[in-house]
T-cell receptor
């Protein structure tokens, strides 16, 4: 099956810093989602992005499907951005939409 | 519009017991998918339900089973619980099943944390 790798595994920032999280995938995908998992376990949808670039406030994402990667940019980070960020892909080739997740990037933002 | 809800939030069971977890899909969504998230890992796909039938399954044994009801809510049942079943169980709903030619964004509930002792 498809493999999804996220980097870095851990990231520690000071409030106000910018960061880039990367997601590589081993095969072509139909679509891709980025999530933020808060300390209580809730997965919050950030982006649904098969290709191109999208922006939402301080966050933006770019997916280059032909090169099999996606990037999540966080600008002017805040302590509330702390948590785990997951990339998940829809690999297609089946009759159902299954998300395959990476292992996540643990982000800690210090005040 | 209500989001995805799950119950209970926490559960403690003994090895060998059976457990039922519940999920109500987001308003207007007809498809429910279940995922298991072990500590420190990304969620793993268990199965998906559409029109009250299992529509796809991940690498989980038959003691993991489910139901979907006419109102699109769903249950996950796990029999003969093992210690390794301790995890966060996440339910996701979507407008459709997705698949080879079309995908639908999935929205997750808050999860049920299951501890097996």
């Amino acid at each position: 099956g498809i493999q999804v790798e996220q980097s870095p595994p851990d990231l520690i920032l000071q409030e106000g810093a910018n960061s880039t999280l990367r997601c590589n995938f081993s095969d072509s995908v139909n679509n891709l989602q980025w999530f933020h998992q808060n300390p209580w376990g809730q997965l919050i949808n950030l982006f649904y992005i098969p290709s191109g670039t999208k922006q939402n406030g301080r966050l933006s994402a770019t997916t280059v499907a032909t090169e099999r990667y996606s990037l999540l940019y966080i600008s002017s980070s805040q302590t509330t951005d702390s948590g785990v960020y997951f990339c998940a892909v829809f690999a297609g080739g089946t009759s159902y939409g299954k998300l395959t997740f990476g292992q996540g990037t643990i982000l800690t933002v210090h005040p | 519009e209500t989001g995805v809800t799950q119950s209970p939030t926490h559960l403690i069971k003994t090895r060998g017991q059976q457990v039922t977890l519940r999920c109500s899909s987001q308003s207007g969504h007809n498809t429910v998918s279940w995922y298991q998230q072990a500590l420190g890992q990304g969620p793993q796909f268990i199965f998906q339900y559409y029109r009250e039938e299992e529509n796809g399954r991940g690498n989980f044994p038959p003691r993991f089973s489910g139901l979907q009801f006419p109102n699109y809510s769903s249950e996950l049942n796990v029999n003969a619980l093992e210690l390794d079943d301790s995890a966060l169980y996440l339910c996701a709903s979507s407008l459709g099943t997705g698949g080879a030619w079309r995908t639908y964004e999935q929205y997750f509930g808050p999860g049920t944390r299951l501890t097996v002792t």
